[in-house]
């Protein structure tokens, strides 16, 4: 299949879409779905898990958290048990944000098909290039919706109407690019939210700690996204299409290291507010180093580079989820 993303008919006279620019070249989707299904799966991007990863992780996140938080209040004599982090919740946020995900970027796709026909590397997408119709793909987005509203019908329900006002952000978010040079922020609002639900699905309310949590996914998002927006600079500036790495211009390595930098200062927040342990502040340190090579590496940026520096917060991400999930356990056990 061409790398390009065009399509061509198979022996069945079938149109079938090959990879897109940004999709890794023989993924599941194009070797191994039924023709019929992949523009669906490309439009919830199951061809680009990383973005159902990055929806993810900030759920993970405040999972281990909250369990960091119960074992500073357990008394003497708790078993590790009790302070494991809840992994049915931690099943239910990795289907939601793979769901979630998709209906975003489905509901994106549908507003931005006219532009996406403009860039180079989103004009082979499933609208754009003609592949479903409009119809089509409202349709995709309500199924995707019903099931990520199943999901959220599982836990408390504080946690339903916190959930469920993120829609709020998710709304807006494709229209941003149209109307401030910082989309980046909006989508960070949004992609961030799961640092709150985390922790409200185990307590039932919120806490300073989780929105530390939050403002640091907020920031962390804006970084990593600014890193991705610079592979489409030159296209978005023909088009007119806003992001941070066009505000930020020839500061934009600066600008990416001050957000990793918050991001870190507000994570050890979070974890300070709950007694976080040494195991915790590890993970921290090892995220913090992640960040701090990406941003070395972007002293000679290009679209390859640019691309797997923003794939590559997903190991970043998991070493920090890693060291506060890990952290409760050890410190109840020793």
């Known amino acids: 299949m061409s ?6 008919p198979d022996a069945n ?18 070797t191994l779905a039924p023709p ?18 990055l929806l993810l992780l900030p759920c993970w996140w405040a999972a281990g958290l909250a369990a960091m938080q119960v074992a500073t209040l357990a008394p003497a004599g708790t078993p590790v048990s009790a302070v494991l982090p809840n992994l049915w919740h931690m099943a239910l946020f ?13 509901g994106n796709d549908i ?52 959930g469920a006002s993120s829609l709020v952000i998710v709304a807006i978010y494709p ?38 949590l939050y403002a640091a996914a907020v920031f962390w998002t804006i970084g990593y996204d600014t890193i991705y927006a610079l592979q489409d600079i030159e296209d978005d500036a023909v088009v007119g299409i806003k992001s941070s790495a066009r505000t930020f211009g020839g500061h934009a390595r600066l600008a990416i290291g001050l957000c990793y930098g918050l991001t870190v200062l507000l994570v050890l927040s979070s974890v300070m507010a709950v007694g976080g342990g040494l195991v915790a502040l590890g993970g921290l340190a090892l995220f913090a180093t992640h960040l701090m090579l990406q941003v070395r590496a972007l002293s000679r940026p ?10 590559s917060n997903r190991t970043a991400g998991l070493l920090l989820t890693a060291g506060l999930c890990l952290d409760p356990v050890v410190r109840i056990a020793l």
């Open 3 to 8: 790398a390009s993303g065009s399509g061509r």
């Open 13 to 30: 006279g079938m149109t079938q879409s090959s990879s897109l620019p940004d999709a890794r070249r023989g993924n599941w989707v194009d």
């Open 36 to 53: 019929a299904a992949r523009p669906y799966l490309k439009l919830a991007r199951l061809d680009r898990p990383i973005g159902y990863w």
């Open 94 to 106: 990795y289907i939601g944000a793979v769901v979630m995900r998709g209906a975003g970027c489905t």
């Open 111 to 162: 507003v931005d098909r006219d532009l996406d026909r403009q860039v180079a590397r989103t004009r082979n997408r499933p609208l754009p290039a003609g592949e479903v119709s409009t119809q089509q793909a409202v349709v995709w987005l309500v199924a995707l919706s019903l099931v990520g509203l199943a999901v959220l019908l599982q836990f408390n329900a504080f946690t339903i109407v916190l």
């Open 175 to 212: 229209f941003m690019k149209r109307v401030t040079g910082m989309p980046q922020a909006v989508l960070g609002l949004a992609f961030s939210w799961g640092a709150l639900v985390g922790w409200s699905a185990v307590f039932g309310s919120l806490a300073l700690a989780p929105v530390l």
């Open 302 to 311: 290009n679209p390859a580079l640019a691309l797997a520096l923003f794939r």
